[in-house]
């Protein structure tokens, strides 16, 4: 499987911007499909935002504010978070699967075989 390290979480202020980083390895490619999900304690863990050879994908809550995008050349993830609310604190996570371009089902968890370990957003008004 592909090891994936997040970084870049924190604490903000509500209308705050953030960039979270989700570094890849451990594959000599890295067009595979890839996304971020967040979840808090006591609730199931929630797509964010994906990114395939057909493009970025986005939930409905995020769309507007979020933006997924990829490095080839580090081999890196990347969540750009805008216009911050209470609502979007969370644990965030990367997801994999290097043996696909494109997963359909992208925003069910099940659908992801590689996961980090979470980097913690926490926004506050």
């Known amino acids: 499987q592909v090891q994936l390290v997040e970084s870049g979480g924190g604490s903000v202020q509500v209308g705050g911007t953030l960039r979270l980083s989700c570094a890849a390895s451990?594959?000599?490619?890295?067009?595979?499909?890839m996304a971020w999900f967040r979840q808090v304690p006591g609730k199931k863990r929630e797509a964010v935002a994906g990114?395939?050879?057909?493009?970025?994908t986005y939930a409905d809550s995020v769309k507007g504010r979020f933006t997924i995008s990829k490095d080839s050349a580090k081999n890196t993830l990347y969540l750009e978070m805008n216009s911050l609310a209470p609502g979007d604190t969370a644990m965030y996570y990367c997801?994999?699967?290097?043996?696909?371009?494109?997963?359909?089902?992208?925003?069910?968890?099940?659908?992801?075989?590689?996961w980090g370990q979470g980097t913690q957003v926490t926004v506050s008004s």
């Open positions: 451990g594959h000599p490619y890295f067009n595979y499909a």
């Open positions: 997801a994999a699967d290097k043996d696909r371009w494109v997963v359909p089902l992208w925003f069910s968890p099940d659908q992801w075989p590689s």
């Open positions: 990114i395939s050879s057909s493009g970025p």
